[in-house]
C-alpha cells in the first residue's frame, strides 16, 4: 500500500533519484567537515559560493562512484536562510534538506503546483552547478506535510 506522499510523488514527471543531502554547518566549520567526510572516502567535486537568496559557501562531495552527493552549506552572513537554520537550531549544523534530481524542473514545478504543494520559489531558477532548481516548503500538503526542505534539482545537459 502505497502513502498519500508516495502517490503524490509517483505522479510528478522524471523524479529519478536522491541528487544529494545538504548538511548546514556553522561558519568556520566548513574545512574540517570537508576533510572529515573525505577520511571516509568522499571526493570533493565542487566548491562555490551561491549568493543571490541562498548566501551559501557549497561544498559537493561524491558518495563512491554513484551520483549521489553531499552538499555542505556554511552561511555567509547572517540573511543567509542556512544561519536562519543554524540559529533555529540552537546554533547547531545539520541536515538542512534533500534534493531529488528530475528529468525537467518546469515539468516537475508544473505537476506539484497542479497537485497543491507548497513551492517556495515563484519559478525554477539557477543554482549552483549550472543546475535549475527550486524548493518545496517542508509542510507542503496539509494532508502530508514532509516536514523537511525539498529540492527538484535538474542537472545541464
Known sequence: MQSAVGQQLSTVPGVQFV??????VK??????????????????VQREDVLGTDQVREVLLQIG????????LEPLNANSPVQKLLDKNG????????AFRVRNAQS???AMTKQGFNIIDKRPRNGSRGTTVFFVHPKSLESAPF????????EPE
Open 19 to 24: 541528487d544529494h543531502v545538504a548538511i548546514a
Open 27 to 44: 561558519q568556520g566549520d566548513l574545512e574540517g567537515q570537508v576533510a572529515a567526510y573525505k577520511m571516509l572516502g568522499f571526493t570533493e
Open 65 to 72: 562512484e554513484g551520483p549521489n552527493l553531499i552538499q555542505l
Open 91 to 98: 546554533g547547531r549544523g545539520g541536515f538542512a534538506h534533500v
Open 108 to 110: 516537475a514545478f508544473d
Open 147 to 154: 516536514g523537511f526542505l525539498i529540492e527538484i534539482v535538474e
